[in-house]
Structure formats: C-alpha cells, structure tokens
C-alpha cells in the first residue's frame, strides 16, 4: 500500500503569512494527488487536484504543486477563514485509497 | 445541484451492527463511486471503501473486509454501508463522498452520521 507522509503536523502562522504544507509519496505517483480542507465540524471540501488544479470556486491563494513522490500545498496569503485541517489524498493504484495525516492550521 | 445527505446518528450495543444511509441528488447516480470514510474524534480520515452504482462492484479496505457489506439502490439514488459486530473504536463520524470514476477525486460529501457503540 502507499502511504503518505504529510509535515508539519500543525502550524501557527498570522494572517497574510505564505503557509507551505508538504505531502511525501512512499512511491512514484505521478500526479494523482488531492488536497482537501476541514474546518471543525465540518465535512472536507475538495481544494487541488490532480496535484496542481484548483477546484471551482476555491480562492486562487490556494495552489498545488509536485509530481512523483514529493508535493505542497500552498496558502499564498493565510486568511482567517483558513483556519482548518488539510489533507492530502493519492490515488494511484487503488484500492486503497490513502490520506496524509493531515495538518491543522492556526493563526497566531 | 448536487447533494449527498446521510442518514441521522445512531446509538448501537458493541456486537451490533450499523447501516449508514447516503441519499444522492442533482447528478446521474451510476455514474460516480460511493465511497466511504470515516474519522474518529481528533483524529484524520480513514477509507473503508467504495461501490460502483454502475453494477455494484465493490472495493474494502483491508481492515474492513469482512465486516463490511456496500450496497446501493438505483431506483431511489441512495447508497448504504452496513458494519457488522460494532467495536467501542467504531464510535466515530462515518462520511460517504462521490468519486469520479477515472480519477478519484472526491468531489462532494455527505454531513457525517454519527455512530455511537456503547453498552
């Protein structure tokens, strides 16, 4: 199974700040990779796929990036309402399907 | 638009089981997986597996095998996950989410049903 290594597991950053997530492949999977928001409470909304491609009617402050084993996920302006967890998601060769460990993201 | 609404929460004895109920609307059911994540309290997101409503394949994680059934109903567009001999570590929110078929990009999620195993 692949599993996947995201890092920091948590982060404080104050508003308007660059915030800079990284998702670690155990293997090669090109760029079936997903990155998904979750504010308490709440059910995750697709942000990135496919890596690099921002979902319709995400904030363009949110971008992807990567190929292979290595990918971010970048907030280019940290906002308020960006305080949640993000995770990342591979879907290369299912089944299964895998999730990072996720990382929650606070303002200082 | 589309819409994927669960079932409400439930309270089950250890050893019971569970059917989770996922309602969809606003696209073409069989053409999209069902697949089903849970997370527990504080903790990430776990998948359990997925259905096809396009003939009802259906794919387990390992950890579930065997005590997992997926099924689903065309004629009302609604997918089910049923857990069998609930554990006290299987009170946890139970998401069901729509898969695209080629790349498996979650795209839209249920609100969670709760499931509560306590004696």
């Known amino acids: 199974d692949i599993q996947m290594t995201q890092s920091p597991s948590s982060l404080s950053a104050s508003v308007g700040d660059r915030v800079t997530i990284t998702c670690q492949a155990s293997q090669d999977i090109s760029n079936f990779l997903n990155w998904y928001q979750q504010k308490p409470g709440r059910a995750p909304k697709l942000l990135i796929y496919?890596?690099?491609d921002l979902e319709t009617g995400v904030p363009s402050r949110f971008s992807g990036g990567g190929s292979g084993t290595d990918f971010t996920f970048t907030i280019s302006s940290l906002q308020p309402e960006d305080v949640a967890t993000y995770y990342c998601?591979?879907?290369?060769?299912?089944?299964?399907?895998?999730f990072g460990g996720g990382t929650k993201v606070v303002i200082e | 638009q589309v819409q994927l609404v669960q079932s409400g929460p439930e309270v089950k004895k250890p050893g019971a089981s569970v059917k989770v109920s996922c309602k969809a609307s606003?696209?073409?059911?069989?053409?999209?997986?069902i697949h089903w994540v849970r997370q527990a309290p504080g903790q990430g997101l776990e998948w359990m597996g997925r259905?096809?409503?396009?003939?009802?394949?259906?794919n387990y994680a390992q950890k579930f095998q065997g005590r997992v059934t997926m099924t689903r109903d065309t004629s009302i567009s609604t997918a089910y996950m049923e857990l069998n001999r609930l554990r006290s570590d299987d009170t946890v929110v139970y998401y069901c989410a729509r898969g695209t078929p080629v790349a498996t990009i979650l795209d839209y999620w249920g609100q969670g049903t709760l499931i509560t195993a306590s004696s």
């Open positions: 496919d890596a690099s």
């Open positions: 998601q591979h879907y290369d060769n299912l089944p299964p399907l895998t």
């Open positions: 259905i096809n409503p396009n003939g009802g394949g259906t």
């Open positions: 606003g696209y073409n059911f069989t053409g999209y997986y």
